[in-house]
């Protein structure tokens, strides 16, 4: 769009520049070079509403969103065009363009905004948003800063403030002539500035100053023709000082003046207004074919206004209801697109979730199928180590009876081995043949009941040896006497066992009891046993 900025370029130059975009968005299919032939289109239909209105909502929906620059300006565009058609709906343009732009026109949008809100009358909402837009308007745009504070003391005349209307317009007329060459659109503006200076004068009832001032500007106009701002309000107020100060021939001849070019202004409502002030003129004169005459000319002219109104609306009311219809239609297909793609999830969300709930169920149903497998496998062998274990303990048992009937058969051996001891010290003329033979007999019994009991002891050392190993990698102080003892402890035999089995005395295997438990750190009333056993 900067390419179109420059006042002066022509129609030729900006269709040779639309169609340079147009041909690389055949070349590279990229949207954007059709977005900017498109946004071209939209500045050269931007008099034209019947064009204009269908270009925006077009680019609109093209865009989509993507670049907030073709947003605003579109939005700017369809603000502008109903402002004096439907206010409301012009508001809600201007909020959108307002919240979509990011650089490009807000000092712009907010002027737009605050002249909205003073045509409805809401005069502090409109210079709240004229200040915003000076606020954040380039500080070398004299011709902008100039404009807001017109704006301000276009509120100030509202408000009935008319001095400080009056300096407002003056700060904005001093900013322009501070500049040293004025290009066409500045110096029009100047003079707008100008005619607003008289009008407050004439309102502050300074009538030569407002006199002089709006003479000027009708000079101006003469040889700016193209330029309409204010001209049938200098006309009316010229007409009207005239009145006030009696200036009769001066009156007459701005009359005759306005008879001369009021068939020539391009505006129905110009002509109105050139032709209300000669009526006026007629009637105070007292001219009654005139006034007639200009009476009816006035009522042509007002139907043909309001006629050249209502097709206007009728047409620009026409363009937004099909644009309207066109969204809603857009919009409801899209709601039917999206409700089957919903729908089409729902199913397959459904459909993966019964297929997730499946799978689940059917490895849960064969985990617990396995657990159960390994329960009964685990079951199994439990009850097989027990079977074993009970054997083992049977077994265990036998050799302990075994081992308890041979030491008592030793001891009931040696109480006999002692007896015949003691017969040969008593009876000196025993047969000493004779009882030689029987302590022989008695000695190899004992011996045969050691071999029994070193056999038993034998076989449950491979079955200790572990127990033996660990207890010692507990408790490396203990001795191998001691450790030896603590198998004996560990089968629950009683001390006089042990006496016997070890060639010692019951007060010896007792002291090694009490040594061994201090070793195993144990008190005195914690069981042996139990201890032993644990480990």
């Given at each position: 769009?900067?390419?179109?900025?420059?006042?002066?370029?022509?129609?030729?130059?900006?269709?040779?520049?639309?169609?340079?975009?147009?041909?690389?968005?055949?070349?590279?299919?990229?949207?954007?070079?059709?977005?900017?032939?498109?946004?071209?289109?939209?500045?050269?239909?931007?008099?034209?509403?019947?064009?204009?209105?269908?270009?925006?909502?077009?680019?609109?929906?093209?865009?989509?969103?993507?670049?907030?620059?073709?947003?605003?300006?579109?939005?700017?565009?369809?603000?502008?065009?109903?402002?004096?058609?439907?206010?409301?709906?012009?508001?809600?343009?201007?909020?959108?363009?307002i919240k979509s732009d990011r650089k490009y026109f807000l000092p712009h949008l907010y002027h737009a905004k605050g002249r909205?809100?003073?045509?409805?009358?809401?005069?502090?909402?409109?210079?709240?948003?004229?200040?915003?837009?000076?606020?954040?308007?380039?500080?070398?745009?004299?011709?902008?800063?100039?404009?807001?504070?017109?704006?301000?003391?276009?509120?100030?005349?509202?408000?009935?403030?008319?001095?400080?209307?009056?300096?407002?317009?003056?700060?904005?007329?001093?900013?322009?002539?501070?500049?040293?060459?004025?290009?066409?659109?500045?110096?029009?503006?100047?003079?707008?500035?100008?005619?607003?200076?008289?009008?407050?004068?004439?309102?502050?009832?300074?009538?030569?100053?407002?006199?002089?001032?709006?003479?000027?500007?009708?000079?101006?106009?003469?040889?700016?023709?193209?330029?309409?701002?204010?001209?049938?309000?200098?006309?009316?107020?010229?007409?009207?000082?005239?009145?006030i100060t009696n200036q009769n021939e001066n009156q007459k001849k701005l009359v005759e003046y306005l008879i001369s070019i009021?068939?020539?202004?391009?505006?129905?409502?110009?002509?109105?207004?050139?032709?209300?002030?000669?009526?006026?003129?007629?009637?105070?004169?007292?001219?009654?074919?005139?006034?007639?005459?200009?009476?009816?000319?006035?009522?042509?002219?007002?139907?043909?206004?309001?006629?050249?109104?209502?097709?206007?609306?009728?047409?620009?009311?026409?363009?937004?209801?099909?644009?309207?219809?066109?969204?809603?239609?857009?919009?409801?297909?899209?709601?039917?697109?999206?409700?089957?793609?919903?729908?089409?999830?729902?199913?397959?969300?459904?459909?993966l979730f019964i297929s997730i709930f499946i799978i689940i169920a059917i490895s849960i149903r064969n985990k617990i199928k396995?657990?159960?497998?390994?329960?009964?496998?685990?079951?199994?062998?439990?009850?097989?180590?027990?079977?074993?274990?009970?054997?083992?303990?049977?077994?265990?048992?036998?050799?302990?009876?075994?081992?308890?009937?041979?030491?008592?058969?030793?001891?009931?051996?040696?109480?006999?081995?002692?007896?015949?001891?003691?017969?040969?010290?008593?009876?000196?003329?025993?047969?000493?043949?004779?009882?030689?033979?029987?302590?022989?007999?008695?000695?190899?019994?004992?011996?045969?009941?050691?071999?029994?009991?070193?056999?038993?002891?034998?076989?449950?050392?491979?079955?200790?040896?572990?127990?033996?190993?660990?207890?010692?990698?507990?408790?490396?102080?203990?001795?191998?006497?001691?450790?030896?003892?603590?198998?004996?402890?560990?089968?629950?035999?009683?001390?006089?066992?042990?006496?016997?089995?070890?060639?010692?005395?019951?007060?010896?295997?007792?002291?090694?009891?009490?040594?061994?438990?201090?070793?195993?750190?144990?008190?005195?009333?914690?069981?042996?046993?139990?201890?032993?056993?644990?480990?």
């Amino acid at each position: 769009m900067i390419e179109l900025s420059p006042t002066d370029i022509t129609q030729k130059e900006i269709n040779k520049i639309k169609e340079r975009e147009f041909e690389k968005f055949k070349k590279t299919k990229d949207e954007k070079y059709l977005l900017s032939s498109k946004l071209i289109e939209l500045f050269q239909n931007r008099h034209n509403d019947p064009k204009l209105i269908p270009l925006v909502y077009k680019l609109l929906k093209l865009n989509d969103g993507k670049y907030n620059y073709i947003s605003t300006i579109c939005n700017f565009n369809l603000a502008l065009k109903f402002e004096n058609n439907s206010p409301r709906l012009a508001m809600q343009f201007i909020d959108i363009a307002i919240k979509s732009d990011r650089k490009y026109f807000l000092p712009h949008l907010y002027h737009a905004k605050g002249r909205f809100y003073y045509t409805e009358g809401k005069y502090s909402n409109a210079l709240f948003y004229f200040r915003k837009s000076l606020k954040v308007t380039d500080p070398n745009d004299k011709l902008y800063i100039a404009s807001m504070y017109n704006n301000f003391a276009l509120v100030d005349d509202k408000l009935n403030h008319i001095e400080s209307a009056l300096k407002n317009v003056q700060k904005g007329i001093k900013i322009l002539e501070s500049k040293d060459v004025l290009d066409k659109v500045e110096l029009n503006f100047l003079n707008v500035l100008k005619s607003n200076l008289g009008m407050y004068f004439y309102k502050l009832k300074d009538y030569r100053s407002a006199e002089k001032i709006l003479l000027q500007e009708v000079e101006f106009y003469k040889s700016n023709e193209d330029f309409y701002a204010n001209k049938s309000q200098i006309y009316q107020k010229l007409f009207d000082i005239y009145s006030i100060t009696n200036q009769n021939e001066n009156q007459k001849k701005l009359v005759e003046y306005l008879i001369s070019i009021a068939p020539n202004l391009k505006t129905i409502s110009d002509k109105i207004s050139a032709y209300e002030i000669i009526q006026k003129y007629y009637i105070n004169t007292g001219n009654n074919l005139q006034t007639k005459v200009n009476t009816e000319r006035l009522n042509q002219l007002s139907h043909l206004f309001l006629e050249e109104n209502k097709n206007n609306l009728k047409e620009i009311s026409g363009l937004l209801n099909n644009e309207m219809i066109k969204s809603i239609d857009e919009k409801y297909n899209y709601e039917i697109k999206i409700e089957k793609r919903k729908n089409l999830f729902i199913i397959t969300a459904t459909l993966l979730f019964i297929s997730i709930f499946i799978i689940i169920a059917i490895s849960i149903r064969n985990k617990i199928k396995e657990e159960k497998i390994l329960a009964e496998k685990q079951k199994q062998i439990l009850e097989n180590n027990e079977k074993i274990l009970e054997q083992n303990l049977k077994i265990q048992q036998e050799k302990i009876k075994s081992l308890h009937q041979n030491l008592n058969l030793k001891i009931e051996t040696e109480k006999a081995f002692l007896e015949n001891l003691r017969k040969i010290k008593r009876l000196k003329n025993i047969d000493s043949e004779q009882m030689l033979r029987d302590l022989f007999l008695k000695v190899t019994n004992l011996m045969n009941i050691d071999k029994k009991n070193h056999h038993l002891i034998n076989e449950s050392s491979i079955e200790n040896n572990q127990f033996l190993i660990r207890l010692k990698d507990l408790y490396p102080s203990l001795t191998n006497k001691e450790l030896k003892l603590c198998t004996y402890f560990r089968m629950d035999l009683s001390s006089k066992e042990i006496s016997s089995l070890e060639n010692t005395t019951m007060g010896t295997v007792r002291v090694y009891k009490t040594k061994i438990k201090t070793k195993l750190e144990l008190d005195k009333e914690s069981d042996l046993l139990d201890f032993l056993k644990n480990i």
